[in-house]
């Protein structure tokens, strides 16, 4: 609780230290020439604590081997005496829905340097990689020989290889393509002790010969034949006939009756990491299908749409997908739905869509899927206009180039983290969220499983895979409430029982991981010591991932893990109501890890994919974000409030306390670009510049602000000053003395110039255009109003480079309004990144009065930098102290209201389009606008997929953050801009990056120095 005599931020400190013997673990990994990294901060740690599952569970020390040899050292000298009782678990890209990665022992990540494709062929189809690869990067790796990895999965943007393995994920389409370990060719694995073993199909013969060996491996294949061999007939009686039979290890599967084969792969699939760690994967590749169509059938209601998906299963579907009432209202409101809202029906019948499935046909030969879909449609069409079996279709949608495809399944893909932004404390949450029972029942499970759900008054989400029998059920509960902890133990004993009435399983999909104590009474008295004999081989001291799946047989002390181990809400709630409520964001993340998206096009998240370091990612802040919170709220300070003011001469040092917790904040937050992708594209709105100005605002409190940040957030003073004499400053501030001075003293690189002439001088030059305040614009009669644009500038644009200004004055003097300069008034984004909170706010609401005026008088209202534009409607909600009744427009938004559009596709000149990240995240729609305004003169402009460039705002210019910039900009910036002929930038710090490394990209050179804004060129043809 707050204590309200504690006002001040002190040190933090008093957190879980790693325990000595881990600590001398570290220094003797160290010391024996361990190359990879070592994290045993308190930061790092929590990190590592959670993954997409309620539980939460801090590890001791993660290490990220940076090849095989780092990992055999590791567990070799975890074998030594000294350090026998330590525990190693594998993690790779976190996004487990049951703890499967959580430990309190040593965490080895994979996912940070395993990260090679060794070797491929096109002609067999087939891929050899280590386990840390995404699965897409992977993907993105073999399709041009015309290959895919096939088993899908939601997370496919961040889950690697090592973690789908782990599990045996599979997905959409699944009836077709299978999972993982039908993929499987040949396994590297290292096992407990540091030995290295191959696993691949092998004769009974073979596995005999190796199994008379004294090796480990040895002991191997004498328990998988005794286990695997020796009980068949147990086997086949227990292991149901599902597609998605997932059982941890796969007794059935490991011996091939058939082939008279044994496989040690079948049983590393789905192991959860209990029995080794595996490190290389040669995968079974699938041709990419020529043909693909997709069929959107739209819905009356949920159950209509479970009980036709059997016939749309026999109407030879590659997959059949569903989602519910509830997944499309959150999606109706989410960014993505800009982009899906045309390719689903939403009722052609006059009634609402309350359910859809999504019907997916691959073929290799054209004419093959023709006939299927022809069949499909009739079908749809008899039913729509009111056959015999309506089935409840309410209308269907046909989707058949790629593009749009893909474009409904990112809203199929997203329909988990749509679920977390549910309004109210209670969350949908994963814990029996993925049953799989046979297909044919499903439909009357789920009527018994909502029926269980109602009776407690709970409110669900429902997707998932209906051919395969397998719905995501995702009840909403809150886990920082006691009782509803109770509730989530009463639903899971529940569920269980109900799957096994129906011949299902409760882990169809997602692992077993806290679900661990379910197995004994699921694989029965017969059974279940297989499994634990299968454990005991491996790892007969229960040290790899322990307690998950199952207890080493014969072990004294070894238990299972339980669905009531320690959860997240137990720290959420010692965090008080009115401080969660203020950090709304970080507390509501649920740990999707979207944002550890690795393609290179996405704006989602920049300093992730320039470090791959997950605490510099909006998941990552949230964490350490909710532990500061909790750990201050210990303290009694209440965080909600606004900081109280200390003299600088007052403040500490940094150094003076080095355990600080606050420190590790600190470094994850200067990390941040502030470029706000994470406030829309991350499904539940994680907006981390919101939390991180008001961290910073504390933590400035307690220590002293380097000289910089007072620079950044007096430039709205200083600009307007120097812009009166701009050659003067610029040459005191270019040349090679202040340059370097700026570097040494301030740490900033690469400022640029103040725009010569300025922008008053160039307006001098136009007679008939006007300037002024507020009060002279409101002098003006009601008639002269009615043409006149008023452009309200930002620090930036009008300051340095003001040539794009006077491009958007002349664009609407040629479309017969009258621009007229407002005088600079200010727009505090600065001081917001800062976490100068309360000069925002004074900036904030003085700005606000004056634009309310001009909006009270009916003026159009235009800026020109997206950023700043989007700063009024964002943060001015926040922290402006009057109402805001203004909107300024983007140029785009203005043009594309008052341009005629064109009647025809422009043929002619060509043009590539770059949107700012924050642009074309905020305002999804921009592309389009642009195109649409581009198009009027002429001028086809296609919009380059891009992520970050580097810069945004002043964090390009940091020295610190050099390499992290360049990165990004050669990431996904440097190739296609090179590439342009035209290149159109809307962003002012893009041009500002642009430039910069104009001598570093290619021969061009002249041609990046020279981006423009797209104003630009709609001037010169306007003209």
Not at 425 to 433: D, H, L, Q, V, W
């Amino acid at each position: 609780m707050a204590n309200p005599e504690v006002r001040e931020l002190t040190a933090l400190d008093s957190y879980p230290a790693t325990e000595p013997l881990y600590r001398r673990y570290v220094f003797a990994l160290e010391q024996a020439g361990f190359a990879g990294d070592i994290d045993d901060s308190y930061a790092g740690r929590l990190i590592a604590a959670t993954d997409n599952s309620v539980y939460q569970q801090l590890p001791q020390v993660v290490i990220y081997p940076r090849n095989r040899s780092d990992l055999q050292l590791a567990l070799q000298l975890g074998q030594e005496t000294d350090y026998q009782s330590l525990s190693f678990s594998p993690r790779g890209g976190g996004t487990g829905t049951n703890g499967q990665s959580l430990s309190e022992g040593i965490i080895v990540d994979l996912s940070r340097y395993f990260t090679g494709i060794q070797d491929s062929s096109a002609e067999q189809g087939w891929v050899r990689c280590q386990t840390g690869v995404v699965k897409d990067a992977l993907n993105d790796a073999v399709r041009e020989h015309g290959w895919f990895f096939s088993p899908d999965l939601s997370t496919s943007n961040r889950a690697t290889i090592g973690g789908m393995i782990n599990t045996d994920a599979s997905g959409q389409g699944s009836l077709v393509y299978g999972k993982t370990s039908d993929h499987l060719l040949e396994l590297e694995a290292v096992l407990i002790n540091g030995e290295v073993i191959k696993t691949q199909p092998l004769t009974i013969s073979e596995a005999e010969e190796i199994a008379a060996g004294d090796s480990l491996e040895a002991g191997l294949y004498r328990q998988a034949l005794a286990s695997c061999v020796g009980m068949r007939d147990a086997i086949e009686a227990k292991f149901p006939p599902l597609n998605r039979f997932l059982t941890g290890y796969d007794l059935k599967h490991c011996y091939d009756p058939e082939q008279q084969t044994i496989d040690l792969s079948r049983l590393l699939a789905g192991s959860e990491g209990t029995l080794a760690f595996i490190t290389e994967a040669k995968l079974n590749l699938t041709p990419i299908p020529r043909c693909k169509v997709l069929v959107n059938i739209s819905y009356r209601d949920f159950d209509a749409a479970l009980r036709h998906a059997p016939v749309l299963v026999k109407a030879q579907a590659t997959s059949v997908e569903t989602i519910d009432s509830t997944v499309l209202d959150l999606a109706r409101n989410d960014i993505i739905w800009h982009q899906v809202a045309e390719f689903v029906a939403e009722g052609e019948t006059g009634e609402t869509m309350a359910g859809i499935n999504m019907v997916e046909y691959t073929a290799v030969d054209a004419a093959e899927l023709e006939a299927k879909l022809t069949a499909l449609l009739t079908t749809l069409d008899n039913e729509l206009s009111g056959g015999p079996a309506t089935h409840g279709v309410v209308g269907y949608k046909v989707c058949r180039d790629s593009a749009s495809i893909q474009t409904v399944y990112a809203m199929r893909k997203k329909s988990v983290g749509l679920l977390g932004a549910v309004k109210g404390e209670r969350k949908p949450i994963a814990f029996a969220e993925d049953t799989a029972v046979p297909p044919d029942s499903l439909a009357d499970f789920i009527l018994e499983f909502r029926q269980l759900l109602d009776a407690h008054n709970l409110h669900y989400g429902m997707f998932g895979h209906v051919d395969a029998g397998v719905l995501h059920v995702r009840p909403a509960l809150d886990m920082k409430q006691p009782e509803d902890e109770v509730l989530l133990r009463k639903i899971s004993d529940q569920v269980a029982a109900l799957t096994a009435k129906y011949g299902g399983l409760m882990w169809g999909e997602h692992g077993k991981g806290y679900r661990s104590e379910y197995a004994p009474q699921f694989f029965g008295d017969a059974l279940y010591p297989e499994i634990q004999k299968i454990k005991a081989a491996f790892d007969p001291d229960n040290r790899l991932n322990p307690g998950k799946l199952a207890t080493p047989y014969g072990h004294p002390t070894a238990t299972l893990v339980s669905v009531d181990a320690r959860k997240r809400g137990f720290f959420d709630r010692q965090i008080p109501l009115n401080v969660r409520e203020e950090y709304e964001a970080a507390m509501n993340c649920n740990g999707n890890g979207l944002c550890f998206n690795y393609a290179p096009e996405s704006p989602m998240c920049p300093s992730f994919k320039a470090t791959g370091d997950r605490r510099m990612s909006p998941k990552g802040r949230a964490t350490l974000i909710r532990e500061w919170l909790r750990l201050n709220s210990e303290q009694g300070l209440d965080v909600s409030q606004k900081p109280a003011s200390r003299w600088e001469l007052f403040k500490e040092k940094k150094p003076r306390f080095s355990r600080d917790f606050n420190h590790q904040v600190k470094a994850s937050m200067d990390a941040c670009l502030a470029c706000k992708a994470c406030a829309s594209q991350c499904p539940v709105k994680v907006d981390v510049p919101s939390f991180r100005s008001k961290f910073l605002a504390w933590y400035y409190q307690l220590y002293r602000r380097p000289q910089r940040d007072y620079l950044v957030a007096s430039i709205e003073r200083t600009a307007p000053l120097m812009a009166k004499l701009p050659r003067l400053f610029n040459s005191l501030t270019h040349n090679s003395l202040s340059q370097w001075l700026m570097t040494k003293t301030l740490g900033y690189v690469d400022t640029p110039k103040l725009s010569v002439p300025s922008l008053k001088q160039r307006w001098r030059t136009h007679k008939h255009w006007a300037q002024g305040n507020s009060e002279k614009l409101l002098g003006l009669t009601s008639e002269a109003r009615q043409k006149i644009v008023v452009i309200v500038q930002d620090p930036f644009t009008s300051f340095y480079q003001a040539e794009v200004v006077e491009a958007l004055a002349e664009v609407i003097d040629k479309l017969g309004y009258q621009p007229y300069l407002l005088d600079f008034i200010g727009n505090g984004k600065a001081q917001h990144v800062k976490g100068f909170l309360a000069q925002f706010k004074r900036t904030a609401t003085r700005v606000t009065h004056e634009l309310n005026k001009l909006a009270q008088a009916d003026f159009q209202l235009v800026g020109v930098d997206a950023s700043t534009v989007l700063c009024l409607r964002d943060e001015y909600h926040d922290y402006a102290d009057v109402p805001i009744n203004f909107e300024v427009e983007l140029p785009q938004e203005w043009l594309a209201k008052v341009m005629p559009k064109a009647e025809s596709e422009a043929h002619g000149e060509s043009a590539e389009l770059f949107l700012h990240c924050t642009e074309q995240t905020a305002v999804p729609q921009s592309a389009k606008l642009w195109q649409q305004v581009l198009q009027g003169v002429g001028i086809k402009a296609q919009a380059v997929a891009t992520g970050c460039c580097g810069m945004a705002g002043t964090y390009g210019h940091e020295a610190e953050q050099q390499a992290s910039s360049r990165k990004l900009f050669e990431l996904s910036w440097q190739q296609p801009l090179t590439a342009s002929q035209q290149p159109l930038l809307t962003g002012f710090s893009c041009r500002c990056q642009a430039g910069r490394f104009s001598n570093q990209v290619g021969s061009d050179t002249k041609k990046l120095q020279q981006v423009r804004h797209p104003l630009q060129l709609l001037a010169e043809r306007l003209s």
